[in-house]
T-cell receptor, first 120, second 109 residues
Framework: DAGVIQSPRHEVTEMGQEVTLRCKPI?????LFWYRQTMMRGLELLIY????????DSGMPEDRFSAKMPNASFSTLKIQPSEPRDSAVYFCASSPSGTASFFGVPSEAFFGQGTRLTVV | DAKTTQPNSMESNEEEPVHLPCNHSTISGTDYIHWYRQLPSQGPEYVIH???SNVNNRMASLAIAEDRKSSTLILHRATLRDAAVYYC??????????FGAGTRLTVKP
């Protein structure tokens, strides 16, 4: 497997424009996470899905941000309209369900290489 | 959510062991302790995880205190490639994964 694939790797856009970030998780993984990383705030969990259903979106900063997972092999994170403060590296990660744990806690999560977003 | 506390930074000499501590005094009985690391300009990568017993894998060892309120990630022989930010995370039955500030490890040749 090629791992978690994110596109684009770099995105530069003007303030007010719509930005769509894409993620292809590892086949067979049923958890998908979106993160944002900045120097000031570190690595923040934005939202995560289980079996394509959003489980917790409490980390989504505001209504300008939305995430979808239309099927098991694709997810998008959209920012509309974008603002300079959205500039960050956005990571996607996927994880299988735990198989050896009574509580079903996933073991290893795999991260993509990230999308570096710059809003000017 | 249970929280973790780690030192902001640590230094090590190459080929010496490194002990990275993590405090999680409010851990619950169902929380798993996970460690990830992030190399420069890369996404985080999994290192190791455990529940109650000490764990070993090819990358590191995880020592968990008997009361589970702290743990230590052990790199047996640090190399320059181990320079990274190391994150200690608690994962509960809801399976979310929230990162703290981590420990920045510097390895000196």
């Amino acid at each position: 497997d090629a791992g978690v694939i994110q596109s684009p790797r770099h995105e530069v856009t003007e303030m007010g424009q719509e930005v769509t970030l894409r993620c292809k998780p590892i086949s067979g993984h049923d958890y998908l996470f979106w993160y944002r990383q900045t120097m000031m705030r570190g690595l923040e969990l934005l939202i995560y899905f289980n079996n394509n259903v959003p489980i917790d979106d409490s980390g989504m900063p505001e209504d300008r941000f939305s995430a979808k997972m239309p099927n098991a092999s694709f997810s998008t994170l959209k920012i509309q309209p974008s603002e300079p403060r959205d500039s960050a590296v956005y990571f996607c990660a996927s994880s299988p369900s735990g198989t050896a744990s009574f509580f079903g806690v996933p073991s290893e999560a795999f991260f993509g290489q990230g999308t570096r977003l710059t809003v000017v | 959510d249970a929280k973790t506390t780690q030192p902001n930074s640590m230094e090590s000499n190459e080929e010496e062991p490194v002990h990275l501590p993590c405090n999680h005094s409010t851990i619950s009985g169902t929380d798993y302790i996970h460690w990830y690391r992030q190399l420069p300009s890369q996404g985080p990568e999994y290192v190791i995880h455990g529940l109650t017993s000490n764990v070993n894998n090819r990358m590191a060892s995880l020592a968990i205190a008997e009361d589970r309120k702290s743990s230590t990630l052990i790199l047996h022989r640090a190399t320059l490639r181990d320079a990274a930010v190391y994150y200690c995370i608690l994962r509960d039955q809801n399976n979310d994964m929230r990162f703290g500030a981590g420990t920045r490890l510097t390895v000196k040749p």
